[in-house]
């Protein structure tokens, strides 16, 4: 909850309700895809902030269902699904995304 109301305080005031029930579902997600370590659960938070709380069965996300599907474990799988979520994230704001190769 203190991950969230620190780094998307406008989707919390716009949820205007106890975080302690979203907590406890973005935590029960992450677990059922293998993620059980503080900093994975909170990556795999920011995912859902970001890109919405069914992300993992958003066909619009489906590079996310597909690698958290697969079998790899906890600690790969959210390095290369955060990779490719900060890539989508990026090709998303097109033009006005950042290059930091420039």
């Not at 992300?55 to 390095?79: I, N, Y």
């Not at 900060?86 to 930091?100: K, N, P, T, V």
């Amino acid at each position: 909850m203190e991950h969230a109301r620190t780094h998307f305080p406008a989707v919390c005031a716009e949820l205007n309700e106890d975080l302690r029930p979203v907590a406890a579902a973005v935590i029960a997600g992450a677990r059922r895809y293998g993620f059980s370590g503080e900093l994975e659960i909170c990556k795999y938070l920011n995912l859902v902030f970001v890109f919405g709380r069914h992300f993992d069965r958003d066909s619009a996300c489906s590079w996310a269902r597909q690698l958290l599907r697969g079998k790899l474990p906890g600690v790969p799988k959210m390095e290369r699904l955060y990779a490719l979520a900060l890539q989508h994230e990026r090709e998303a704001r097109g033009y006005f995304a950042r290059d930091d190769a420039a």
